[in-house]
């Protein structure tokens, strides 16, 4: 079946360096895509999105990346802050406003 | 926060009974959802509702019920809970007008624990 999944469970960076997480996914249709942010004992919040007509997003300190040739979206933090220590899950959506999320990555910031 | 309120926060309850959780928004948003979040499995749609009364299956719908009788209340039913229902539910909501906008707002979760 369709599914959409993260290249890599954890991610440790250094303080200040540009993070990357990677996330792939399957169902060549989604035409939509979101990164959420969750925090320890929080709901997921919602970073940045990207719709398939795009390649590239830019936040404020985030990029997404969406490369449809091989199924590959990307979230990059620029200088990294201590803040943003938590799990980032990638999620595509299946129309009728549904969204199939990826396992998550966690990130861990060292000073 | 969107005005998003889960209760219980936490329940510990035996196999067998029955447990509802409440899922409450002030902002009148068409669009509801309860997902469970269990380590390893992300979070997974359990049921949705797109208006009053109008209710859908998500992936992990077995075992759970909803209702949707008012605008703001959306409530999950696990009719006799089991230790495979033990996890984090959380019910979101979403702002979007137009299909496949998709941008959801998570409550705070309730932990959900039976023994």
């Known amino acids: 079946g369709e599914s959409v999944g993260l290249h890599l469970p954890t991610l440790s960076v250094q303080e200040g360096d540009n993070s990357i997480i990677n996330c792939a996914y399957s169902?060549?249709?989604?035409?939509?895509f979101i990164w959420y942010k969750q925090e320890s004992g929080k709901g997921p919040q919602f970073i940045i999105d990207?719709?398939?007509?795009?390649d590239k997003r830019q936040g404020q300190r985030v990029t997404v990346l969406l490369n449809k040739t091989v199924k590959h979206l990307s979230l990059q933090i620029a200088a990294t802050q201590p803040g943003d220590s938590a799990v980032y899950f990638c999620a595509e959506n299946e129309g009728a406003q549904k969204l199939v999320f990826g396992q998550g990555t966690r990130l861990t910031i060292n000073p | 926060d969107a005005g998003i309120t889960q209760s219980p926060r936490h329940k510990v309850t035996e196999t067998g009974t029955p447990v509802t959780l409440r899922c409450h928004q002030t902002?009148?948003?068409?669009?509801m959802y309860w997902y469970r979040q269990d380590p390893g499995h992300g979070l997974r749609l359990i049921h949705y509702s797109y208006g009053v009364k109008d209710t859908d299956k998500g992936e992990v719908s077995d075992g759970y019920s909803v209702s949707r009788s008012k605008t703001e209340d959306f409530l999950l039913t696990l009719e006799s809970a089991t230790s495979s229902q033990t996890s984090v539910y959380f019910c979101?909501?979403?702002?979007?007008?137009?299909?496949?906008?998709?941008?959801?707002?998570f409550g705070e979760g309730s932990r959900l624990t039976v023994l």
């Open positions: 990207i719709r398939s007509n795009m």
């Open positions: 979101a909501i979403s702002i979007g007008q137009a299909p496949n906008t998709g941008e959801l707002f």
């Open positions: 169902n060549s249709a989604s035409d939509y």
């Open positions: 902002e009148n948003h068409r669009y």
